[in-house]
């Protein structure tokens, strides 16, 4: 147990009260949390130089959220502590949950000199994405730079803030890329993410005359099991469209870019996403929640079919329009039960679509096994398993440019930009958020 420390005087990274379950008489009472850096303070006033009880919240301690409960509880545990049971109203709950397990490993020591760098995989407004070998590992990571100057000029630092959150935070799962590191210097933020070197959906798909019906639905039924994770985990998504969903070498869903997504209780009401997958509801400027994301999956369903948009419009209002008022236009020869999916996906009223178990359900993915979905038993029969080193699934604009990390001088000040508890590592990476 560590010591209470009354001098600390860092700022909290969250404060407030909880009901802790007492590990003597297990009755519930109303107590103080204090976290400060690595250390969280358990007091009965505001006051932590009061504190009964102080812990280190280290990498091998377990963060579990339990939303069933009314109200919601999480558990905080590791061999320093025992078990510590709290409660309190869900958005509190979520808070503390998401920032405890961002502080697990908050201290890291990656730097550009422990990486080579092999080719250019991407590159955006904001910075590029980069295939890196760790030098002393051998591991191949997708290292994701991120310019400060321009995050900052458009007021867009939040947008890196919540990828490194919520990917941090997110339960690990085999159909979303899992964030490994992430480290800053004074001009710019690395994210190391899972390398996927199977390269990009789209491309995959734009490269084969016909894509088998089958392997359409199991990558749908890969991407349902991944935008289920997220709406469990009260993310939602936003961003779902063909350039951010990757395959890995054996030809499996990877969703990436968490740029957009957000943590909701219910609802939210901010104006993002692509322009062709944004739901009615977005450009009607009401409140949504999670049914945005069927509505997207919808899209790109359609996408993946008939190699093209549904509402499409080389004119933006008139795409909106096409998008609130019009059916989507479906080929006479389209596959039954696949159109049947996308009709009731891109239903105008999101209350009206269909809900995860439903969109299971349908006869789309009648015969499917969800368990062997997961655990990747089943293959697509059009994908080659890809060497790691020649990363031929990404766009040749890109893997042609000489590999290199430039050193942008921007003219910021001191600690401009700078985010406490950006950088992060697990130290065994190599052995960290296996899936079979």
């Known amino acids: 147990m560590t010591e209470p420390n009354p001098k600390d005087d860092r700022q909290p990274s969250i404060v407030g009260k909880l009901r802790h379950k007492s590990r003597v008489l297990g009755i519930w009472q109303l107590r103080y949390f204090t976290l400060i850096g690595q250390t969280l303070y358990i007091s009965k006033t505001e006051n932590i130089d009061e504190a009964q009880q102080a812990f280190t919240i280290d990498k091998d301690t377990e963060i579990e959220l339990d939303d069933d409960k009314d109200p919601p509880q999480f558990t905080i545990e590791n061999a320093e502590i025992g078990k510590i049971i709290c409660s309190g109203i869900l958005p509190e709950v979520l808070a503390w949950v998401f920032t405890l397990r961002t502080c697990k490993t908050a201290n890291a020591g990656f730097s550009m000199d422990q990486f080579r ?52 935070q ?10 490994m590191f992430a480290f800053q210097t004074d001009h710019k933020f690395y994210l190391g993410l899972e390398y996927a070197a ?16 089958e392997d359409t639905r199991l990558y749908l039924a890969e991407i349902t099991l991944a935008i289920e994770h997220m709406h469990a985990n009260h993310i939602i998504y936003r961003d779902l469209k063909p350039e951010n969903i990757l395959l890995d070498k054996y030809g499996h869903v990877k969703i990436t870019d968490f740029g957009l997504s957000k943590m909701i209780n219910e609802t939210t009401d901010t104006f993002c996403g692509t322009a062709e997958y944004l739901a009615p509801e977005v450009l009607r400027q009401e409140k949504y929640s999670f049914p945005v994301d069927w509505w997207a999956m919808g899209i790109l369903l359609y996408e993946i079919l008939y190699e093209n948009t549904p509402f499409y419009d080389d004119n933006q209002t008139t795409m909106f ?3 609130l008022n019009k059916e989507p236009d479906i080929p006479k020869f389209g596959h039954k039960t696949a159109t049947d999916l996308i009709r009731q996906l891109l239903n105008k009223d999101p209350n009206e679509r269909p809900n995860v178990q439903q969109i299971k359900a349908h006869p789309f993915f009648r015969g499917i096994d969800w ?52 950088s992060f590592g697990a130290p065994d990476a190599n052995l960290a958020f296996k899936f079979t």
């Not at 030098?135 to 900052?152: H, M, N, P, Q, V």
């Not at 199977?198 to 019906?213: A, C, F, N, S, Y």
């Open 170 to 179: 997110l339960p690990k799962h085999p159909f979303i890329v899992n964030l």
């Open 321 to 323: 329009e096409n998008i």
């Open 198 to 213: 199977g390269g990009e959906l789209m491309r995959h798909i734009r490269d084969q005359t016909v894509v088998p019906i």
């Open 371 to 422: 368990e062997k979905v997961y655990t990747k038993q089943y293959k697509p029969s059009s994908f080659q398993t890809v060497s790691e080193y020649q990363p031929n699934g990404f766009a040749n604009e890109f893997t042609i440019e000489t590999p290199c990390d430039s050193e942008t001088q921007s003219n910021l000040q001191s600690g401009e930009g700078f985010i406490p508890d950006f």
């Open 117 to 168: 760098i092999l080719q250019v995989l991407g590159r955006g407004f904001y910075g590029k994405v980069m295939l890196v070998e760790k030098l002393d590992t051998g591991e191949l990571f997708a290292l994701k730079t991120i310019r400060k100057r321009r995050l900052l000029e458009l007021n867009q630092l939040s947008t890196v803030q919540a990828e490194r959150a919520l990917l941090y």
